[in-house]
Nanobody
């Protein structure tokens, strides 16, 4: 029942970079807005970034804008999150998700979720 599979998480130093990947199936990828969310211990899952099906629109949380870049390769059914200038506050489990309608970037609007990949930024 795995819908999406994230990879690329790890441990990096403050100011470093990391690239996350998300491999999806046809059912969970095609014609869907793809998003990235993260959840730190004791905190609610929060929106990070998203990209529309035709790559005409991208969205970013204020906390990551200018540092993170979301992209997708529809032929490969993959979504990526390039994370630069990482801060300790970015430490969290990062999740890839797919939205059926793509009406908003609320957690409740996403229908499929990956298992998450841990990102830790040391200070």
């Amino acid at each position: 029942q795995v819908q999406l599979v994230e990879s690329g998480g790890g441990l990096v130093q403050t100011g470093g970079s990391l690239r996350l990947s998300c491999a999806a199936s046809e059912r969970t990828f095609s014609n869907r807005r793809m998003g990235w969310f993260r959840q730190a211990p004791g905190k609610a899952r929060e929106f990070v970034a998203a990209i529309s099906w035709r790559d005409t629109s991208t969205w970013y949380a204020d906390s990551v804008k200018g540092r993170f870049t979301v992209s997708r390769d529809n032929a490969k059914k993959s979504v990526y999150l390039q994370m630069n200038s990482l801060k300790p506050e970015d430490t969290a489990v990062y999740y890839c998700a797919a939205s059926r309608l793509g009406r908003s970037n609320s957690v409740t609007e996403y229908n499929y979720w990956g298992q998450g990949t841990q990102v830790t930024v040391s200070s």
